[in-house]
Every structure is written in C-alpha cells, then in structure tokens.
C-alpha cells in the first residue's frame, strides 16, 4: 500500500518535473535575446538587454522617444524608423500608421520588442531629451481656464532647449486616480533661463493631467517632467514672420518673442491671438510691450464673439482676413501657427491662397 | 476499435462533432463567440493544441501510464501535459510569429482550461485509439470546434441587430442557438457513427 | 452570468482615471451589458438606429469644425460648436484607433435642449451602442438624443 502511495506520487512528480524542466530550458532559450546592439541614425552604437519594449530599452539608455501613453500602445506618438531587425509589423501598430509611414518602416518603439541587433532613425534632437525632477515655483491664473506655472529644475539643474519646443508632464496619482497619466505642455519660458520653464495649461474638462496641474499642484511640489521634444522653433532667416495663436497655443509663442528680444531682430512680425470673448484674452499687456521692443511687431488679439459686457472695440470674426494687411511680401513670409487643429488648418488653407509658401508654414497642433 | 483515421478525423468534425454532440468546452464558446474575429483565432488555438496533446498524451498513456499500472492517474496527468504544452507554445509564438502572439493575446492560456482538450484525451482512452487514430480524432474534433464557434459567432453578430427578451440576452439565446446547431448537425449522424 | 476576460477589460477601462477622469459609467452599476441592451431597446420603441444617431452627430460635427472657433448656425434652429483640446483618447472596447478631444455642443432651439459629445461618444454609439452610464459626464440618453437632434 504504502509503496503504492510512494509510487503514485513519484510518478506525478516526475513527469512534473520533466515537464517543467523541459519548460525552463524553453524559457531560458526562447526568453533570453541576449545583449542586442541598437545602431541609432548610422552614427551611434548602443547595447541593451534583448527582451524588452524598443521604447523602455532607449528610456534605461537615457534616450526618450515622445510617448503620452507610457507603452500601451494607444497614444502613436513614439514612432521611429526601423530600419532592420524589427520584426513583423503586430497588429497594434497598423492603426497608428499612415500608408507612407508603412512603406517608410516607421514603427512604434512601445510596441516592437528588441529581440535582435536593430538599426533605427530617431529625430536627431532627442539626444537631448533628459527626465527632470523640479518643483513648482509659481502659479498664476491668467484666464477662469487656463494658469501659467513655472518650474524650477533640480535635477538635472539646468535645461537646453528651443524656443517652441515642448515637454512631457508625468502627473501622480490623485483622488480617484490610480495611475500616472504623461501629456505634453509647449514651454512657454525663454531658454535663456535655463533654470527653470514656464507652462501655460489651460484646465480641459473631464482631462487627466490638466484637472491634477490645476487642482493639486500648489508651490513647492515636486514634478517630474521630459524633455524637450518637437520641431516647432523659429527658423534663422530674414523672413516676415505671422504668428497665429489659439487658446493656450499663445505658450510657444511668448517663449519665442522673448527668446528674440535677448537675441534682437528686425525682422517684421505680425501675432494674431484668436479667442472667443474678452474673459479668454490674457498677457495682452505682455505681448504689448512688444511693440516697443522690436522695430517692427503688431500684437493684434481677434475676438470671434465678443460678449456686450466686454466693450470690444478691437478686430472681430475670424483670424484669417487680417492677414493680408500683414502679408507684405507671401514669398518672404513664415508663419508660425499653434492652436486646435481645426484653426491650423484653416489658417493653413488662408495663407496658402495668400501665396505663403507650403514649407515656410510651421505649425504645433494639438493633435 | 477498427475504423480509419480518415473517417475518423471527418466524424469528428460533423457527425461527433465534440461541442453539438458532447457539449464540451462550453466555457469558452458561449464568452469568446461575440466576435467572429477573436472566435476564429481561439477557434484555431484549440484546434491545433488538440491536436498535439492528443498525440502527447496518447504516448505518456500507453508508454508510461499503462506500463506502470497507473491509469487511474490519467486525469491529473493529462492536465499537466496539456498546461505545460500550452505555456510552451505560448513561449514559441511569441518569440517566431508576434503578430500571432498578439491576435491570439488571451485565448492561448484560456485553452489550458478548455474541457474539450481534456475530453478529448478521455475519449481517446475509453474508445482504445492508436496513436494516428488520436492524433486524427484530435484534429477532427478542433477543427468540429472551431467550426461550431465560428457559426455561433456568425449567427450572434446577425443577432446583434435584433431585439431578444431581456430573460433570454447573452448565454441564454447562445445556449437555444447552440441547441439548434446540434439538432441540425445530427443530420449528419446517419453518415458514420463514431461514438 | 459570469463575466469575461474581455468584458473585465472593458470594464477596468471604464473606471475613472484610466482614460477619462471620471469614466464612462458614470453611478451605473449595472452590468455593461444591461446598459447596452436597455438603451437598445429604447431605440427599438423609438424606431431609429444608432447608426442614424451617430450619422446625425457626425454630420453636425463636422459641419461645425470647419469653423474653429465660433459656433455656427445650421438648418436654423440648431447651433453648434465644435471645439478641440490638446490631446486623444482610445476606446475602451480596445477598438484599433484613437479619437482626438473633440467635444461638440449642440443647442436645438426648438426645444431649447442642450447637449454635448465628443468624437468618441460617435464611436462608441455607432460601433457599440453604448450610451455611457447613468449621470456621467457624458451620458447620452437616445431619447434625448433624438429630440435633441432631428427638429
């Protein structure tokens, strides 16, 4: 009987056993990549852990690809070029791709896994992304909506950045929220202080990230943020500049025309901000004071539908027919848009029949 | 028991077919059937792990169990077998085809739980098949598997659009529907019986 | 009935933080299902389709995005506004694809009824029938809906 027991049981273990063995040696085979070699732009070498997410391996090797969803594959914005050693296009991807991002190789680095020696094209300006610890300096209110806060870095203790560009918020988890959430605000501080930024964010209802900014953040807390990212800066030409503003698209903006008061120009600008009644205007007297600082700067705000109260007596309606006392020569002429992306398109459409070239035409949705 | 893997493998599909005549692996059917995309892609998981564990098993029986005069372990055998078989293939696909690894994503563990893989592998016992026949019977009773999901699934989404008593919503519709189904297949039974 | 791997996903994406602030279900504790079917069957008694509804709602949308910042007056007695924030959201069914923060509001002057949607709430009535639960933010009750957007 007893040996019975004994031999049921040695039995059931050892095909157990077997079975898991047999299990760890596929396990340690099939799961174990190795260090994998990740050729960046042609020009960089980088060896990470094979197994891992393309997106977290670059993170471990201070190198950080844009993404608002931290991996879940939802938000499309870590994409790069993978160039080889990629593997098959999954499933998750296809919808965040166009058909020429397909038949370019673009990818999405949360989503491609390193498994083998790979070669990528990234942005050459996110070698100069970095992940910030700083704390809330300052909050003012601008508008009932929208509040500017400046943070004050600690480590790393200074920043290197384009006027224009923007970075990536990671809020902590509050109230009824259990997981951080990761959203972009452009800076709206002059690189010249190099300290610290400014961000201008306006409250967006039912929004994660802006309900924490303007309801839990108070002086001295602490902020972790990455950055900078984007294209969207002033380019080094003697061109008349349009600037086209909406909403807290006023942000890159401020940071550009203070970044060209240190630097000085003469070229001709014109800012147009467009918003809907008098309480949506703010730093009106700021943007001012412009115009005595540069030789040639109109800051002109547009109301769309100003209310009675407001006694409005400046321009009305759209943006777009103001332009072409603005336009001095549409060749010679940038434009610099940030707003919704309904107002850059129709801005866009306006300037191109006014002559403004396609590629002088830089713009930050907020797609 | 004399009887051709090839009749064998069709009877399996329709005439006992393991879901309309057994009723096994019910679990799965009625949660996974809402979509004709995922039922397919689940539909395909359990044929093949069928398949295989069939095969797997038939040979730990006769060569280890048999031998050694423990058949009365063959339950607890069979199911490890068929779990440390799924978390290998599990293991496999995701490292040679991810793009599979991802539209199978949950249903590929699920399967370890799916009573008609087990059933299967009793039948194969009580009814005394050789290794083919199994391995046949197997095949035949995944693909009868993923056939009957794939029209269950088919038949719910035309469903979607129609009003159904608030008593009868979800399980309970699936449930007439699939007895239906089984009625209609048993006009296949006068072909060849199996059972 | 028990729920499924894939009905406890939808469900967890619902809960509040994880894609909106507040969720998608608002105080409904009700089974997804449930809330699913019941307004089903409200559309069934009023006799449209959910797809009309979201046709309509895209229809209006559309009409008014062209104009960004200003609300825009269509077949008189309605007015509507479109407006887009910073920023997407992905359904929480898992359906491939995002939606930018589009919140669209519509007054029927007729009835004097205001409502609001965003992109998202289009898909998700046309693709899952879903209205939202009870009282949340962005709860569309179909008979509402209907007065609200055929005059």
Redesign the interface.
Known sequence: MLMQIL??VA??SG??TL??V??II??KY??DYGICKINLNKKRDVSVEGGSSLLNSLAEEQIFLPS??GGRG???TCKCKVNSGG??????E???LSKTELADNVRLACQV?V?SDMEINVPESIFNIRRFQAKVHEIIDYTYDIKGITLKLVSPDTIDFQAGQFVQIESQAYA????KVV??YSISSKPQDNDRIQLII?L?????CT?WIHKYLEEGSDVTFTGPYGDFYIRDTEADIIFVA???GKAPMKSMLEDLQVKGTTRKMTYFF???TAKDLYLTDEMRSFEQVFSDFKYEPVL??PAPEDKWKGKTG?VMPYFQDAIRDPKNTEAYLC?????I??VKKSLIAMGVPDDKIYYDS?? | MEISSFVLFWAAIFTSNILLTNFLGMCSYLSVSKEIESSFGLGVAVAFVLTITSGLNWIVYHLILVPLGLVYLQFIVFIIVIAAFVQLLELLVERYTPALYYTLGIFLPLITVNCAIFGVSLFMVIRDYSFVQSMAFGAGSGIGWLLAILMLAGIRAKLKERLVPIGLQGAGISLIITGIMALAFIGFSGIVNVQ | MKKSPLEIKILSKMQPGEITLNGFLGEDSRDLYDIIAEDERTLETLGVSANELADKMQYFTDKSSDSFMDSVEIDEIFIVDTEVVRGKLPCPFSHPGIYRKTITTLTNKKYNITIRWTALNIHLIKEHHFFEGKNSAFRLDPQVLLKALFA
């Open positions: 031999k049921d039995v059931v095909i157990s079975l898991a047999v299990l596929a396990q099939l799961s608002a969803c939802s938000c499309g593997g098959p296009l999954l499933p998750t296809k919808p965040f896994k498994k009824k929220i259990k997981q959203r972009a306006r967006v209802p039912e929004g994660i309900t909406g909403g807290s467009g918003a809907r769309s539908k759209f707003g919704s992306p309904g107002m398109n129709a907020f797609g």
